[in-house]
């Protein structure tokens, strides 16, 4: 595979140990607004939009996670940044799991929000085809009418969300939905990770199952489960301050290291 990184828009705030916040499909960095108020006096906050969305650019052609990953680093170097926390919600987490087999020494701690470490089941891929398929001919709408139910269970929410995945262009969410089908299992390294990694789940997720979560934890050498009581898909919108918690667990726990 070509690693050909590409220079990300993202937005910064205060100082301290960098903490990168990786948005999930088909999102962009602004997911992450209500934790800033919370965290930006305590740690550095980076917040870049993945290729394909928000303000970064939309390549052509299919974005492996690994890809993802190597225009994560390519920022890292940029800021002049040697190591990180990496928090990873969902599609961010697959993203952020790809960045820490690659280079696990840059990666200082793990939060991993409403994600997992299997790859997809034959089903699920060949329905990302199928989604990916009909974007071509519907648009965007298409996975605005697929997802948004399943996102939240907070009905205010909703109507959020829909409007942020009716911005994304096309090109973005096919290129991303079939990376995502690409991805490798992570299930059989995870216990490699040394770092302090949360796993962050919500009780009512529809997209991710407690299960996948629980799994995680037990394979991970230093992981830890917070369960979300009536949070779905969405924990730093539906319960941000809880979120925040989870992650400034990981910074104590590496500024202590
Ligand atoms: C996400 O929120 O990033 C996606 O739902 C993840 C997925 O489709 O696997």
Redesign the pocket.
Known sequence: MELNPVQLFFEEYGEGIPVIFIH??PFDHTIWNPMVPILKDKVRMILPDMRGFGGSPVPDGVYPMRLMAEDVVFLLNQLKIDRAVLVG????G?VSLAFTHAYPNRVAGLALC?SQAAADSPEKRQGRYQTAEEITRRGTRVVAEK?VTKLTNDPELVSQLEQSILKTQAKGLIGALKG?AERQDALNWLSDISVPTVVIAGEADA?ISMERSQTMVQLLGKGWLVKLPEVG?MPMLEAPQQCADAILQVIDLVETA
């Open positions: 999930g499909f919600h969902s599609m961010g697959y409403s997802m995502m997209l898909h």
